[in-house]
């Protein structure tokens, strides 16, 4: 059971291009999540999902993009790479988002932005 | 957002128990109190959860207080792969998680 599966896991991009990171889940969870977690702080939420065709800003939205065309799929984009969205990615998938249900992460993907 | 408050490091000796405590004066009563841990070039992993009772699993025991103001996570026997950042969460009336900066636990052999 793969679980929460991300990829790339590493990419060093230049400044204004443009990539899609890969979230895939195979929990057949209903809410997907992608957060930033900058050196020494914790995790920031950017998207997430609360179901097929659904998707919602988070605390950090702002130059991101999302969409969720199948359940077990979250993709992330970057339009325009600019350096302050160097960091490390990572999704997250959980049932039914009820309060008491945990996140399941991935193992993160490491992007700088040059 | 209710938020928590956590102890930036802490150490520990390995095989001793480990209490990581956290504050959460502004917790409501329909909070969930859940426990991450991140290990190094990983993504966080669930570690237990609770909302009024104590709680244990084979991971380890939460101890909430009776006001719900404060609880801690407690290893039984701290082990050198415990070493991580562990991160005390509020689920405040939402799924979606508010991160800390956590506790960094330091394990000594």
């Known amino acids: 059971n793969a679980g929460v599966t991300q990829t790339p896991k590493f990419r060093v991009l230049k400044t204004g291009q443009s990539m899609t990171l890969l979230c895939a889940q195979d929990?057949?969870?209903?809410?997907m999540y992608w957060y930033r977690q900058d050196p020494g702080m914790g995790l920031r939420l950017i998207h997430y999902s609360v179901g097929e065709g659904t998707t919602a800003k988070g605390e950090v939205p702002d130059g991101y993009n999302v969409s969720r065309l199948k359940k077990q799929n979250f993709l992330l984009g970057l339009e325009s790479a600019a350096p302050s969205q160097t960091s490390v990615y990572f999704c997250?998938?959980?049932?039914?988002?009820?309060?008491?249900?945990?996140?399941?992460f991935g193992d993160g993907t490491r992007l700088s932005i040059l | 957002d209710a938020k928590t408050t956590q102890p930036n490091s802490m150490e520990s000796n390995e095989e001793e128990p480990v209490h990581l405590p956290c504050n959460h004066s502004t917790i409501s009563g329909t909070d969930y109190i859940h426990w991450y841990r991140q290990l190094p070039s990983q993504g966080p992993e669930y570690v237990i959860h609770?909302?009024?009772s104590n709680v244990n699993n084979r991971m380890a025991s939460l101890a909430i207080a009776e006001d719900r103001k404060s609880s801690t996570l407690i290893l039984h026997r701290a082990t050198l792969r415990d070493a991580a950042v562990y991160y005390c969460i509020l689920t405040s009336g939402t799924y979606k998680y508010i991160f800390g900066t956590g506790t960094r636990l330091k394990v000594l052999a």
């Open positions: 929990m057949n969870h209903e809410y």
């Open positions: 997250a998938s959980s049932h039914l988002g009820t309060l008491g249900q945990p996140q399941h």
């Open positions: 609770g909302l009024t």
